[in-house]
């Protein structure tokens, strides 16, 4: 009898751990893609603002935590109100210590957003991959982690890989018209930026996880809550006069909800891959989707041309994604002192 349940335990959480990773790839790939397509999309009047869009997603992404809490709180209204009183309002100065990383994270969204309205799906995707590196950097300065043989060999992998993939050819030539050498650069830079930021702000969220035992929504409801205030304050800043002659949802379509919705899920997904899955299978996530986004961008929105340099950079780059999270077991099972 108990081993049966052990066995069901087993498969289901299996079953978890697969479930959240396809979300991953879906949600990963079709973010970038949707995202890119929405961004370059040609149509009458305005185009929808992108520092608004980080709003919207971030008040979505506390609505779902609330839920998530909720149904945690087994369904009782009254027990929600105690746990986010308690929990948030209570503890100001646990809650203010997520506004360094909401910030950054904040920032990050909107360089996204300027990053795929200069790069096309796939060279954004195998880029964005630098944020491995630092992440790994940032855990070994801020985190005392000690970086394995096979993940420092993994990072110089990666970075040879990016640099192919961002390695200048003829086909670049071909999409002359619709993107020129400066807007690449702008993508590029935006692309970098973002590595850092989100190398920084996941390493520094994880030492306040580590610190507290508050739960990760809770933690994702105070991150979302700063992040739609430094979010509004972006919009007032940069996006004003066209807010206030158009309106905050100017040109929003139902692409622009099906981006939103799946920003706001991308905080969920990762949070639900950490708690089920490991960092091997985060890996083939990642590559699938890199695999998915490079096919998509080229027979769907076509706006890439791939090149023998290109495949060569994103075959390291997936490599080095695998190769980071392979953990070698130990040959034999070594004796307890």
């Not at 969204?109 to 964005?128: F, G, H, I, M, R």
């Not at 950097?137 to 992998?157: A, D, E, H, T």
Request: aromatic fraction near 12%; charged fraction near 15%; charge should be positive.
């Amino acid at each position: 009898m108990m081993s049966q349940r052990a066995n069901e335990d087993k498969t289901m959480s299996a079953n978890l751990k697969y479930l959240s990773l396809g979300i991953l790839v879906f949600q990963t790939t079709s973010l970038v893609l949707t995202m890119r397509y929405s961004r370059t999309l040609k149509e009458e009047g305005p185009r929808y603002l992108s520092s608004t869009a980080v709003v919207v997603a971030e008040l979505l992404k506390i609505m779902a935590c609330i839920l998530l809490v909720y149904k945690d709180s087994k369904c009782s209204l009254r027990a929600l109100n105690r746990i986010l009183h308690d929990e948030i309002l209570n503890k100001p100065m646990e809650t203010l210590k997520l506004a360094i990383p909401s910030g950054i994270y904040t920032l990050q969204n909107n360089l996204l957003y300027v990053a795929l309205s200069n790069l096309d799906a796939a060279t954004y995707q195998v880029t964005y991959q630098l944020k491995i590196l630092t992440t790994a950097l940032f855990s070994v300065s801020m985190l005392s982690k000690k970086l394995g043989v096979y993940q420092w060999l993994s990072l110089v992998i990666l970075m040879t890989g990016v640099a192919f993939v961002q390695w200048p050819s003829d086909s670049q030539e071909l999409n002359s018209k619709e993107l020129s050498a400066g807007s690449q650069f702008v993508g590029l830079m935006a692309v970098l930026t973002a590595c850092f930021s989100s190398g920084f702000a996941g390493v520094y969220f994880e030492k306040i996880l580590k610190e507290t035992k508050q739960s990760v929504w809770i933690r994702n409801i105070q991150l979302g809550f700063f992040g739609s205030i430094f979010g509004l304050m972006g919009v007032y800043v940069y996006d004003g006069e066209l807010v206030s002659k158009n309106g905050f949802f100017q040109g929003y379509n139902r692409l622009t909800w099906i981006v939103v919705v799946l920003q706001a899920l991308g905080g969920l997904v990762i949070a639900a891959v950490i708690k089920y899955a490991d960092n091997i299978l985060k890996g083939f996530a990642t590559s699938l989707s890199i695999i998915l986004s490079t096919l998509i961008s080229y027979f769907w929105l076509q706006d890439f041309v791939p090149t023998s340099v290109f495949f060569l950079g994103a075959i390291l780059v997936i490599t080095a994604t695998f190769l980071y999270g392979y953990d070698p077991k130990p040959a034999g099972n070594p004796t307890k002192a």
